[in-house]
T-cell receptor, first 114, second 110 residues
Framework: GAGVSQSPSNKVTEKGKDVELRCDPI?????LYWYRQSLGQGLEFLIY????????KSGLPSDRFSAERTGGSVSTLTIQRTQQEDSAVYLC????????????FGPGTRLTVT | GESVGLHLPTLSVQEGDNSIINCAYS??????FIWYKQESGKGPQFIID?????DKRQGQRVTVLLNKTVKHLSLQIAATQPGDSAVYFC?????????FGPGTRLSVLP
């Protein structure tokens, strides 16, 4: 079946501009995670959605970052006034349930801020 | 804070040999562990998981070992193949949180 999809696959933006990254999780998965991966580094947790519960935003690095999940499915990660240090691969993952189940990752969006 | 792994080491193995990738975790409350494989330009791919009530679990050509006494996790790959070349991440879960290590790069030599 279809996996997690993300768009765009690559995004180049100028410093100070806003960007929106999209994630389409696997149908029926109630948990959705956003991570950031800098070059050669591990995954940095950003935000987590579980069903209709309030999201866990504890990993968002600044108030320039926000995310929403509409209808319990598609999620959008928004970065306002982008900075060069925001350059990274942004990965989305979904899971049939939170915590003790494996996450299925999308291919990621590579963001480059010039 | 909790941490899983500290560095991004590189492991080079000869094709056909067995590989062992290690991971240290620090949160003794973690009760679920996963290994992921990430190939260049792709998202992490689930390999195998283990719950804290087990100390060993086997899959196809892979085995995960969990030693809760020393908070250590390992991934063993039998008869390593060129297609196994990738970065391998361990992750620990406690409650609803996942913490990923920085990964280990596995290079398979011909």
């Amino acid at each position: 079946g279809a996996g997690v999809s993300q768009s765009p696959s690559n995004k180049v933006t100028e410093k100070g501009k806003d960007v929106e990254l999209r994630c389409d999780p696997i149908s029926g998965h109630t948990a959705l995670y956003w991570y950031r991966q800098s070059l050669g580094q591990g995954l940095e947790f950003l935000i987590y959605f579980q069903g209709n519960s309030a999201p866990d935003k504890s990993g968002l690095p600044s108030d320039r970052f926000s995310a929403e999940r509409t209808g319990g499915s598609v999620s959008t990660l928004t970065i306002q006034r982008t900075q060069q240090e925001d350059s990274a691969v942004y990965l989305c993952a979904s899971s049939p349930w939170a915590g003790r189940y494996e996450q299925y990752f999308g291919p990621g969006t590579r963001l480059t801020v010039t | 804070g909790e941490s899983v792994g500290l560095h991004l080491p590189t492991l080079s193995v000869q094709e056909g040999d067995n590989s062992i990738i290690n991971c240290a975790y620090s949160n003794s409350a973690s009760d679920y562990f996963i290994w992921y494989k990430q190939e260049s330009g792709k998202g992490p791919q689930f390999i195998i998981d283990i719950r804290s009530n087990m100390d060993k679990r086997q899959g196809q050509r892979v085995t995960v070992l969990l030693n809760k006494t020393v908070k250590h996790l390992s991934l063993q790959i039998a008869a390593t193949q060129p297609g196994d070349s990738a970065v391998y991440f361990c992750a620990e879960s406690y409650g609803q949180n996942f913490v990923f290590g920085p990964g280990t790069r596995l290079s398979v030599l011909p």
